[in-house]
């Protein structure tokens, strides 16, 4: 919970330089993702859709059932900010206890960077 706040209050220091992330090196990357959710377009699948993530509330997608767990994250840490991104995709099973996500995470600072990189503008890797 107090990492969480943290992330909210942009207190957390986030490991990647976001700016410098490659979209097109992300895409290739959010390939691991591809299989529970797509960015290109508001579909979900086992996931739900990230079209628009970055900035966007979380638990938010509507005609999608999040696990409680994600809902009560969502009390706590609002938005989707680049730096709750980076923390979830590194941990997303630490970041929300109970999360229905069974994704480890991304270790590499570059991978992180990269996808969030692409889920912020998706078309810049086709």
Same mark, same amino acid.
């Given at each position: 919970? %107090? +990492? ?11 490991? #990647?330089?976001?700016?410098? @992330? ?8 959010? =390939?691991?993702?591809? #299989?529970? $959710?797509?960015? /290109?377009?508001? =579909?979900?699948?086992?996931?739900? $859709? ?7 509330? %979380?638990?938010?997608?509507? !005609? ?8 009560? $994250?969502?009390? &706590?840490?609002?938005?989707?900010? &680049? &730096? ?14 109970? /999360?229905?996500? #069974? +994704?480890? @995470?991304?270790?590499?600072? !570059? ?14 890797? &086709?």
């Amino acid at each position: 919970m %107090m +990492f969480g706040a943290l992330v909210a209050a942009g207190l957390a220091a986030p490991s #990647a330089a976001f700016a410098d @992330g490659d979209a097109v090196a992300g895409a290739k990357v959010f =390939k691991k993702c591809a #299989a529970c $959710h797509v960015a /290109t377009e508001a =579909k979900n699948r086992v996931g739900p $859709h990230l079209v628009g993530i970055v900035d966007r509330p %979380m638990a938010s997608v509507e !005609d999608y059932k999040y696990s409680k767990a994600m809902t009560e $994250h969502a009390a &706590e840490v609002p938005t989707w900010t &680049e &730096e709750a991104l980076d923390a979830y995709l590194r941990d997303p099973r630490g970041v929300v206890k109970g /999360t229905k996500m #069974a +994704f480890a @995470g991304l270790k590499k600072d !570059d991978e992180v960077a990269n996808v969030i990189a692409y889920l912020k503008d998706p078309s810049a890797a &086709e």
